[in-house]
Structure formats: C-alpha cells, structure tokens
C-alpha cells in the first residue's frame, strides 16, 4: 500500500492505495473535486454536505449508467476498483459531515 493526499474543495485527505494507482486515484480525485465545484456553484445557498450529496449521487448515476450492459452479480475489476474508491470518498464524506456537524 502507498500513501498519498489528495485535495478536494481545497482541503487535503491521506488515503492509502494500491502500488501502482497513484495516477488513476489523482485523476478521480481531480474530477471529483471539480464536480463537487460544479455543484457549489450552481448550487449558492446550500450547505457544502448537501453539495457532495448530491454531486456523490450525480457521479453515481454516471456510473450505474455506464455499467448498465452488465448482468447483475457480474463484477469486473474496473467495478472493483471502483467499489474500493467509493469506499475511500465514504470516509471522506463522513469526515467532512462530521466537521460541518461540529459548526
């Protein structure tokens, strides 16, 4: 495992990856970060968690979408990889929660 920082909505996260997928967890992270902006700006007066919410349900839809070929129980190793980001953006996303909650 490797431990790297990437930033999203400019505060920086560790996350511990696979040798090998720095690139890919920086380009994911990268467009995460710039979908969560998108949102902040046509979305003014809400909260930031609302934001990521919705920005996380957004780039979720994108991928059932682009999954949707597949049979159901069929799991590819991109799903995989997937499966372990979507753990890694969990965390974060209850590590800011749990900060805004502190507000």
């Known amino acids: 495992m490797k431990s790297i920082k990437v930033t999203i909505l400019g505060k920086q996260y560790p996350l511990k990856?696979?040798?090998?997928?720095?690139?890919?967890?920086?380009?994911?992270?990268?467009?995460?970060d710039k979908r969560f902006y998108d949102f902040r700006k046509a979305l003014l007066n809400q909260s930031e968690s609302t934001i990521m919410v919705l920005a996380c349900?957004?780039?979720?839809?994108?991928?059932?979408?682009?999954?949707?070929?597949?049979?159901?129980?069929?799991?590819?190793?991109?799903?995989?990889?997937?499966?372990?980001?979507?753990?890694s953006l969990?965390?974060?996303?209850?590590?800011i929660e749990k900060e805004n909650s502190d507000i």
Do not use: H, T
């Not at 990856?17 to 380009?27: P, S």
């Not at 969990?90 to 590590?95: F, N, S, V």
């Open 17 to 32: 990856i696979n040798e090998g997928d720095e690139e890919l967890m920086q380009q994911i992270a990268d467009y995460v």
């Open 57 to 87: 349900l957004s780039i979720a839809e994108e991928l059932f979408m682009a999954n949707e070929g597949e049979k159901p129980g069929e799991r590819s190793d991109e799903q995989a990889v997937f499966g372990e980001i979507n753990g």
């Open 90 to 95: 969990r965390k974060i996303l209850d590590e």
